[in-house]
């Protein structure tokens, strides 16, 4: 368990070693963060969102007012990744800008 901790750290730290360190560098760790927790934290949540409500509306069809709850928290999960996505792309452009240019695969930052 302690080994896959400092296996999943290594990944998130920045490539530069103290001193030598660049804003660049800052924003390829901010990114490195950001993409940690859309990818394995709000994606996830999200899928599970959908299907709790997608559950909930199987089971609660006979009642209208369970099945808008349910239909509510199936478009909360949506809007919520709509919101997340467009936030990654406008924080990737950014990070991108900042650093000297957008190459590449565009959501890479390239020091």
Do not use: H, R
Not at 23 to 47: E, G, R, T
Not at 48 to 68: A, C, D, E, H, R
Not at 77 to 100: D, P
């Amino acid at each position: 368990m302690i080994m896959n901790l400092a296996l999943f750290l290594a990944k998130l730290a920045p490539d530069c070693l103290g001193v030598s360190c660049t804003w660049c560098d800052f924003f390829q760790f901010a990114q490195k963060i950001i993409n940690f927790l859309m990818y394995n934290i709000a994606f996830p949540l999200a899928v599970v969102f959908i299907i709790y409500g997608g559950i909930t509306m199987m089971l609660n069809s006979g009642n209208p007012g369970k099945l808008q709850e349910s239909q509510g928290i199936i478009w909360s999960a949506i809007i919520g990744i709509a919101i997340m996505l467009s936030a990654w792309v406008i924080l990737n452009t950014f990070f991108g800008l900042m650093t000297g240019g957008i190459g590449w695969p565009w959501d890479t930052i390239q020091c």
